[in-house]
């Protein structure tokens, strides 16, 4: 079955540039992740959103990065004036339903950004 | 493809041999603890979970131990494969995070050898 895609796969950059990246979840799953994995380290966490709900945004770094989920179901994360240390791979997830409980969070395989 | 983990310890096995990977974790609080396989340009595969009653868990070549005393958790593979070769994440959740947000270890390179 379709599992959870990211596009584009890859992006670069120019410093200062404004960039949007995509993630279609698993169909029908309900809460949706975005997470930062710089190279060498684990993913961490940015924000999360239930159904159309941004529920949490705890992980952001600066307010340059902004997600939306309009509909509940596409989301997009979009980085303005891009800088060098935005480089990474930024990860999205989904799973079935969310808050307390074993749900098992689905990975994409990630949109790599490099900003030069 | 892209490098995950170039500065991330490694474990090396031979083919057909057991691995143990280990993980500590940060907070007490955490009430579910999983492990994931992230291969070269890919995201991170889940493997196993397991939940803060508990103290092993079995799957499919996979073992998962929990010692909440030490705050460790373990990932043990059976006659361990090359398809295996990949970083292995240790991640937990808990009341802290909502539930939701997913904390992840430092991560552990696995390379078989044939």
């Known amino acids: 079955g379709a599992g959870v895609s990211q596009s584009p796969r890859y992006k670069v950059a120019k410093r200062g540039q404004d960039v949007a990246l995509r993630c279609d979840p698993i169909s029908g799953h309900v809460s949706l992740f975005w997470y930062q994995q710089a190279l060498g380290q684990g993913p961490e966490f940015l924000t999360y959103?239930?159904?159309?709900?941004?529920?949490?945004k705890s992980g952001l770094p600066s307010d340059r990065f902004f997600a939306e989920r309009p509909e509940g179901s596409v989301s997009t994360l979009k980085i303005q004036r891009t800088q060098q240390e935005d480089s990474a791979v930024y990860l999205c997830?989904?799973?079935?339903?969310?808050?307390?409980?074993?749900?098992?969070?689905?990975f994409g395989p990630g949109t790599r950004l490099l900003v030069l | 493809g892209e490098s995950v983990g170039l500065h991330l310890p490694t474990l090396s096995v031979q083919e057909g041999d057991n691995s143990i990977i280990n993980c500590a974790y940060s907070?007490?609080?955490?009430?579910?603890f999983i492990w994931y396989k992230q291969e070269s340009g890919k995201g991170p595969q889940f493997i196993i979970d397991i939940r803060s009653n508990m103290d092993k868990r079995q799957g499919q070549r996979v073992t998962v131990l929990l010692n909440k005393t030490v705050k460790h958790l373990s990932l043990q593979i059976a006659a361990t494969q090359p398809g295996d070769s990949a970083v292995y994440f240790c991640a937990e959740k808990g009341p802290s995070g909502g539930y939701n947000k997913l904390i992840f270890g430092a991560g552990t390179r696995l390379a078989v050898h044939p």
């Open positions: 959103f239930q159904n159309e709900a941004q529920l949490d």
């Open positions: 997830a989904s799973s079935l339903v969310g808050g307390a409980g074993g749900e098992t969070q689905y």
């Open positions: 907070n007490s609080a955490s009430d579910y």
